[in-house]
């Protein structure tokens, strides 16, 4: 998975916290998947991320994460963030995303017609046309919105090499029990300034249940964690639960006017 520092304020909206830092310099995004192949893996890595992208191409699945986020105070120093989220996806175009922690609560909701960004604290949404499927709309939200879309590469039509891109060595170093489930621990380098670790579940589904990615040329080398659990596989869940339903004294916000729903920054 490919991660980048942002120097711009962000609103992270999947996986790690939509809409809950805005103005962390160290951030964990979304990017593309390249075509690269990955001659540094074996093939025993290899297959294990094959059979988790294989998973994660369902056609519908949730989830639940909870992250603590690393980046720098005014004077340097290193200050936390911690979110949870709940995110519900409907491929090809369809996802909601209920995000609550230390900077209040927000959902994203999807329909594959229309983006919202809601401040659920705030009362304020930001509501956008839009038509497309959810890499498009991960596209879409990060130029218009401002955001950092964490984790969106477990979400692109080809995860395994969404998660892969940019890694140029790695294999697995060692086992874990997460929540009861045997893991298998692997460590990657990415880029020339990042190191990446993820625990994939030792079964045919491979499915991640964390990730831990350091930033090793940044003061204090800050990190991003993020814990996922309560995997889903629904046979059907219905196009309401995408749908945004303004509850009774909701404002919405200028999109052209430079509006935002976002909750102000931790402190």
Known sequence: ????????????????????????????????????PHAALTEDVTAAFARMGKTLAAKQFSF????????????GELLHIVTDTKTVV??????????TGD??????????????????????YLKIPLTGDIPKMVDVAEKRMGAELPLSDLLSADPEHSVLS????????????????????????????LELEI????????????????????????????ELSDWEFPNEIPDSAFVFQPPAGAEQVDASAGGSAAPAPAK
């Open 103 to 124: 900077n209040g609560a927000t959902k994203l909701l999807y329909d594959g017609k229309t983006l919202v960004l809601f401040s659920v604290d705030k009362k304020r």
């Open 166 to 193: 940019d890694v140029t060595s790695g294999g697995q170093v060692g086992t874990a029990i997460i929540d009861g489930v045997p893991c298998r621990h692997f460590f990657f380098n990415q880029s020339d300034d």
């Open 64 to 75: 639940r994460s909870h992250q603590i986020r690393a980046y720098a105070g005014p004077n």
């Open 199 to 226: 625990w994939l579940e030792d079964n045919d589904r491979s499915l991640p249940r964390r990730f831990y990615v350091t930033y090793r040329n940044l003061a204090g080398r800050p990190s991003f964690i993020a």
């Open 1 to 36: 998975m490919t991660v980048r520092r942002s120097a711009k304020a962000i609103i992270p909206l999947l996986v790690a916290g939509a809409l809950a830092i805005l103005a962390s310099p160290a951030v964990v995004s979304a990017a593309r998947a390249q075509d690269a």
């Open 90 to 99: 409907s491929r090809p175009d369809r996802i909601a995303v209920e995000i």
